[in-house]
């Protein structure tokens, strides 16, 4: 039923770490470019981190060296493990799959998973 389903989120103190989860179903997980996306008060919703279709991997400048996402095919999950985490990082997360079909593409999105990051 639901193509992709994130969680893993909640409050903690600067400098603590969460581990965010996002499952999708094998369709979507099969055909997809996937990536992790934030929406903080201060900002636009900006991309944090994400696998190409290629494979190759991208951070946002400001978690690299922080965060690392990371994959298991065969559950179909992607990951978004967050380190030494700071208030800025506060914000819902969203996981995101870009489908590919013959003729045009598909966003996919979950609902979203709150981070709050205290000082």
């Known amino acids: 039923q639901v193509q992709v389903a994130e969680s893993g989120g909640g409050s903690v103190q600067a400098g603590e770490s969460l581990r965010l989860s996002c499952k999708l179903s094998?369709?979507?997980?099969?055909?997809?470019?996937m990536f992790w996306y934030r929406q903080t008060a201060a900002k636009e919703r900006e991309r944090v981190a994400g696998?190409?279709?290629?494979?190759?991997?991208s951070y946002l400048d400001s978690v690299r060296g922080r965060f690392t996402i990371s994959r298991d095919d065969p559950e179909g999950a992607i990951y978004l493990q967050m380190n030494r985490l700071k208030p800025d990082d506060t914000g819902v997360y969203f996981c995101?799959?870009?489908?590919?079909?013959?003729?045009?593409?598909?966003?996919?999105w979950g609902l979203g998973t709150q981070v709050n990051v205290s000082s």
């Open positions: 995101n799959a870009v489908a590919v079909y013959d003729s045009y593409q598909r966003p996919y």
């Open positions: 696998f190409a279709a290629d494979g190759r991997v």
């Open positions: 094998k369709e979507v997980f099969n055909r997809s470019a």
